[in-house]
């Protein structure tokens, strides 16, 4: 399977960046591996061809030493993700440059447990589940009548008809730290029942897939360090522990 690696910058100065001392955080290193190499790694442990989306000319420098192609990165997450849609076709694996604990394995097991007739799926993991692996962590959470979840940085475009939800993700990119606008999107009486907390995952999820024109699905992730994502330098500080302590 073809993976894409999101290695795309927001503009103006990375605090992780900054904070690491390095110019992007795909190349901070952690054990003598850049987060791009880390990535890269796990994704080829998992029998996937890794391509980095960047516009960064060192971190194309490094994704050309591991051997990745690079496409340029586009203004925003989802467009890159369009494009590469456009070159490698599906499906596609998509994860970003920071996920610094990824293992091969929980890819294998999120690829195996997409439903066989989803478009698109999601991989999603408990805040339990999560902060046991990592207690004191602070994750950005979806709360639904069914528990609080958190994205892993994991996709599954499975199919062609997975295009539609980039259009989707799209229009909701911006509000990635609000979810209830991202729900807001979805209709009065689906925002109104996200407010009541009594929508589900699973109904949303529908609800989501729907509005793109594609059968959506979420994994559940029984790996909590499978959330953790280098996003802050709390972060950063927080993986070089997990790495430590192993």
Request: proline share 6%; with cysteine.
């Amino acid at each position: 399977m073809n993976a894409l690696i999101l290695a795309g910058s927001r503009g103006g100065i990375d605090p992780v960046a900054a904070y690491a001392g390095v110019t992007h955080k795909a190349l901070i290193e952690l054990g003598g591996e850049t987060l791009l190499a880390r990535v890269a790694r796990a994704l080829d442990e998992a029998g996937c061809t890794a391509t980095v989306s960047t516009s960064d000319p060192e971190v194309a420098a490094e994704a050309g030493r591991l051997g990745c192609r690079v496409l340029p990165a586009a203004p925003g997450p989802s467009a890159s993700v369009g494009q590469a849609v456009q070159a490698l076709g599906t499906p596609l694996l998509v994860t970003t440059a920071d996920h610094a604990l990824l293992e091969a394995e929980w890819v294998r097991r999120f690829v195996a447990e997409t439903p066989p007739d989803a478009d698109v799926a999601v991989l999603l993991a408990r805040r339990e589940v999560i902060e046991a692996a990592l207690p004191g962590t602070r994750r950005t959470y979806l709360r639904f009548a069914d528990g609080d979840w958190s994205g892993c940085n994991l996709f599954h475009l499975a199919t062609p008809r997975a295009a539609g939800a980039i259009d989707l993700w799209r229009l909701v990119e911006a509000d990635r730290k609000r979810p209830w606008r991202i729900v807001r999107r979805f209709g009065p009486r689906t925002l109104l029942s996200y407010l009541l907390g009594r929508l589900t995952l699973a109904r949303a999820v529908a609800r989501l897939g729907a509005l793109a024109g594609v059968r959506a699905a979420v994994v559940a992730s029984p790996a909590g360090l499978a959330a953790v994502d280098v996003d802050k330098p709390a972060d950063l500080d927080a993986v070089r522990a997990v790495l430590a302590a192993r």
